[in-house]
């Protein structure tokens, strides 16, 4: 009876429930098996956009398809803005968080190629992609000097082991014999 009560209470505010997925906010569903969300062709009018931002559940403000003629050849399929998965906010309630993502929506056509485990690419850089050649050339030029002052000059003191001189045998001394040793 306890069990009962604890529904009926829990029931309400259940049914109160906000969804912040993108179905549920464009009020309809997807499309709901995966050879219904192949791409079709280019959307030409203007009905056949209305039809395609539809189909993927986008507001017709927001759908844009890939420029007719590109390497991309994705038919009616929208031409996404890149966010990777690291830097989507990870402490949202996403639908799908091992991906981060919500049902019904919409991927990047290489999103596969962002996932967080692997390449992301870099959000705020600390240097540009000049400072971080300078910075290589000055290392490499340091280097360089360094090899070339350091190299062949008597007046730096040189780091070595010191040995002796290599002792060999000379003509006339014996230094051992094959007979026995006398007693």
């Not at 219904?36 to 844009?64: F, H, N």
């Not at 991927?107 to 959000?123: A, C, G, I, N, V």
């Amino acid at each position: 009876m306890a069990g009962l009560v604890k529904l009926s209470k829990l029931t309400p505010a259940a049914s109160k429930a906000a969804f912040s997925t993108m179905t549920a906010r464009m009020g309809a569903s997807p499309a709901p098996w995966n050879y219904l969300w192949k791409p079709g062709p280019y959307p030409e009018t203007e009905d056949e956009r209305v039809q395609a931002a539809k189909k993927y559940g986008l507001c017709i403000e927001d759908y844009k398809p890939y420029p007719k003629g590109s390497d991309v050849m994705a038919g009616d399929y929208p031409d996404m803005t890149l966010v990777p998965e690291a830097h989507r906010d990870p402490f949202y309630a996403w639908d799908c968080p091992e991906y981060r993502r919500d049902y019904g929506e919409p991927l990047h056509e290489s999103f596969d190629m962002y996932r967080e485990t692997r390449y992301t690419p870099p959000k705020n850089d600390a240097f540009t992609w000049g400072q971080r050649v300078q910075t290589m050339f000055m290392l490499f030029g340091t280097f360089l000097g360094l090899i070339l002052i350091c190299e062949d000059n008597t007046w730096i003191p040189k780091i070595q082991q010191p040995v002796s001189a290599i002792q060999t045998p000379k003509a006339g001394d014996v230094h051992y014999t094959f007979e026995p040793a006398d007693k």
